[in-house]
Nanobody
Framework: QVQLVESGGGLVQPGGSLRLSCAASGSIVSINAMGWYRQAPGKQRELVAVIASGYSTNYPDSVKGRFTISRINGKNTVYLQMNNLKSDDTTVYYC???????????????WGQGTQVTVSS
């Protein structure tokens, strides 16, 4: 099995910064894309940032220029640097990874438990 453990959420004032971390562990052979999503109550989960194993990235317009995703392949870890945070960024953030595990032939998506980010004065 695979576990994704997130950390780094919390309370920050508008205009502030936070850095989220997510570490994957378990019977991992390799990880393809890693990403961050967020989901507000009553809304669909939305993509925040994604990074391929080759380090290409993609962001929606809502966070482009403010958020930066990065990863360390050797540590199965992905980060999300969030700058100039706004109240609209308040919600739960989830880590995602497409993982190939021992004994399988396909990459399977795994999710972290979520970490709360609150932007408020």
């Amino acid at each position: 099995q695979v576990q994704l453990v997130e950390s780094g959420g919390g309370l920050v004032q508008p205009g502030g910064s936070l850095r989220l971390s997510c570490a994957a562990s378990g019977s991992i052979v390799s990880i393809n894309a890693m990403g961050w999503y967020r989901q507000a109550p009553g809304k669909q989960r939305e993509l925040v940032a994604v990074i391929a194993s080759g380090y290409s990235t993609n962001y929606p317009d809502s966070v482009k220029g403010r958020f930066t995703i990065s990863r360390i392949n050797g540590k199965n870890t992905v980060y999300l640097q969030m700058n100039n945070l706004k109240s609209d960024d308040t919600t739960v953030y989830y880590c995602n990874a497409d993982v190939l595990t021992r004994g399988r032939a396909l990459y399977i998506p795994y999710w972290g438990q979520g970490t709360q980010v609150t932007v408020s004065s």
